[in-house]
Nanobody, 122 residues
Framework: VQLVESGGRLVQAGGSLRLSCAAS????????VGWFRQAPGKERDFVGA????????LYADSVKGRFTITRDNVKMTVYLEMDSLKPEDTAVYYC????????????????WGQGTQVTVSS
């Protein structure tokens, strides 16, 4: 499975942004997809994840109610819709494929994209 993120850019606080994670590889449908983020000098943190079927999601408390993950298995794309953005959301955002959407540790995910930078100005 290969993953490519896109959509990151500079946005003002309170604004919205949608990130995309485009996948290739015939086994994509078997994987949960997680979103993680990493700010300079910090650990890679769990943002949220979606089940292989798209029927269930899990979010970190810090983004719950502001971020939404969806997936389109026909287009082989997973989306991260981010609303009410805050400066503390600034980070490189990664998508990753793994065995379960309930896994919150980045070490449990097998395939990774290259990341896309999101910068939220105050």
């Amino acid at each position: 499975v290969q993953l490519v993120e896109s959509g990151g850019r500079l946005v003002q606080a309170g604004g919205s942004l949608r990130l995309s994670c485009a996948a290739s590889g015939s086994t994509f449908y078997n994987y949960a997809v997680g979103w993680f983020r990493q700010a300079p000098g910090k650990e890679r943190d769990f943002v949220g994840a979606i089940k292989f079927s798209g029927s269930s999601t899990l979010y970190a408390d810090s983004v719950k109610g502001r971020f939404t993950i969806t997936r389109d298995n026909v287009k082989m794309t997973v989306y991260l819709e981010m609303d009410s953005l805050k400066p503390e959301d600034t980070a490189v955002y990664y998508c990753a494929a793994g065995p379960s959407y309930q896994y919150v540790n980045y070490r449990d995910y097998e395939y990774w994209g290259q990341g896309t930078q999101v910068t939220v100005s105050s």
